[in-house]
């Protein structure tokens, strides 16, 4: 049987400012949502490091640290861009429609490689 991902509303534009990231859940899975002067990413929320949120990380750019041990992620990629992670996160889709984010909850995967832009 084949099923067929629909993109879910998961915030309105609102609630996450440019500049800011948003813990969210989508199908038990926590991702997070980032405003990049208006535009959206999300990427899967837990570091691949260690337990940490990197929803709560700053941004610069296009760019997470995370809170933790402040390894850096690319959000378009998952690229992990610096020490001590290594292993990328996955992407997901998202697009805006009336001022609310939509997020199809099908992870990208193996995207990025370790350490490189
Ligand atoms: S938990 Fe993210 S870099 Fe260690």
New binding site residues.
Partial sequence: MTVTAVFVRVASVDEVPAGTGKAVTVDGQQVALFNVNGTFYAIDDT??????S?AAGAVYGEIVA??????RFHLPTGRVLSL??VVPVSTYQVKVEDGQVLLLPVPQRGRGMPHKL
């Fill in positions: 570091c691949t490091h260690e337990e940490a990197l995370c809170p933790k041990h402040g390894s001590p992670a």
